[in-house]
Nanobody, 125 residues
Framework: QVQLAESGGGLVQAGGSLRLSCTTS????????FGWFRQAPGKERDFVAT????????VYADSVKGRFTISRDNAKSTVYLQMNSLKPEDTAVYYC??????????????????WGQGTQVTVSS
């Protein structure tokens, strides 16, 4: 059983920053790609960022490119999402997810096998 747990969400003013963390059970961490997604009320779950097994390859949604940075620390079994220059439209529940058995990043929800419970990010104007 793989478990993921997000943390670091909260309320921030527009222009501010937050860093989300996603910790996992360590046995399968270093060989797999991870992704961050978000879901606003009444909307579908959308891709935000993804990272390959080593951290050497990352992909971002156009809406967050240049503002968000995904990274990982395999020694700590943790994936991060640094979010800068936050906008009200970034308000959503943020989820991390893992692709078991795949080292390469992916952008589709259906490419991921396990998900965390999510953490709320609210950006006020």
């Amino acid at each position: 059983q793989v478990q993921l747990a997000e943390s670091g969400g909260g309320l921030v003013q527009a222009g501010g920053s937050l860093r989300l963390s996603c910790t996992t059970s360590g046995r399968t961490f270093s060989n797999n790609a991870f992704g961050w997604f978000r879901q606003a009320p009444g909307k579908e779950r959308d891709f935000v960022a993804t990272i390959n097994w080593s951290g050497g390859r990352t992909v971002y949604a156009d809406s967050v490119k240049g503002r968000f940075t995904i990274s990982r620390d395999n020694a700590k079994s943790t994936v991060y999402l640094q979010m800068n220059s936050l906008k009200p439209e970034d308000t959503a529940v943020y989820y991390c997810a893992v692709r078991l058995g795949y080292a390469t990043p992916a952008m589709a929800v259906t490419n991921y096998d396990y998900w965390g419970q999510g953490t709320q990010v609210t950006v006020s104007s």
